[in-house]
């Protein structure tokens, strides 16, 4: 009996005990909660700018103020990589405007533009086209009643046929070929320094020249000049590791009797086995 009263009496000691631990631990708790003065901000949330609180902004990031880090000042409003629009030039009292050219004075420039798909030299050449290659590396194919204005130079290097072209060229006004609905054909030559040489019979008025060309594993050169003087205008296309084709447009005016002269040349060549430059067709309007 003695016992039994001993075991109980510790036991309610030990749920006293256990009491008061539970008790202090809820102060505690509730001390802690007082002190807070928010509540703790979401990770995923952003800080100014859009840039998650605590994370160092990018150089260059633009801020919510226009500015930048290490990549300089930003126009405000403006996305990464604008650029803000130039400004108005001054205008200038002490240089006056250049005179507006005469009409027949010699004008030359070239570009460069990709080739179409399809080209229709009948109605891209007006006054004249000359088509090379549909029968192997002599032969060509000229505009029935056109002016005769292109002329071929010949030019360095053995002339090719070719029949891979991923451009097409057709044609229903042609001499000796009457037409054709789609022709791959062209002409190529290969080696640094080699190439083709026309020219172009002027008249005074304007003319607009296309010329499709194309590389293999080389850098094409297009120079026009006028055989009148005055400065030369230039186009590149390059590719090291495969084919590629481009129409080149050249606009000039030379009095008559004087030409266009255009040389169409390999500058470059990366590849020992026959880097080149071809010719497909060149037409006048």
Known sequence: MIRVVLHRARQRRRWAVEGVAVLVCL???????????GPEPD?????????PAGVARSPGLPAADGRTGEAGPATPGLRPRQRPPSPEPTPSTSAPAPPPAKPGA???????????????????????WVHWGERGGRSTIRKRSGS??????GGAGRRVGWDGNQEYVRWSDGTPER????SSNGVYTCGAGNGFSLAIAGSGEPR???LYGGIWMARGRLEARLSTGGPASTARLEDPYT?????FTIRFTVPKGA???LNWTVEKVFTPHCGNVGLQAVAVR
Do not use: C, H, K
């Open 259 to 261: 030409r266009l002269l």
């Open 179 to 182: 037409s054709t609905n789609g």
């Open 27 to 37: 102060v505690v708790l509730i001390s802690y909660l007082s002190t807070r003065t």
């Open 148 to 153: 005769g204005e292109i002329i071929d130079g």
């Open 43 to 51: 990770d995923d949330r952003a800080g100014p700018g859009g840039v």
């Open 208 to 210: 607009t020249v296309q």
């Open 243 to 247: 084919s590629q084709s481009a129409q």
């Open 106 to 128: 010699p004008a030359l420039s070239v570009s460069r533009g990709e080739m179409p798909a399809a080209v229709d030299l009948t109605a891209v050449g007006t006054r004249d």
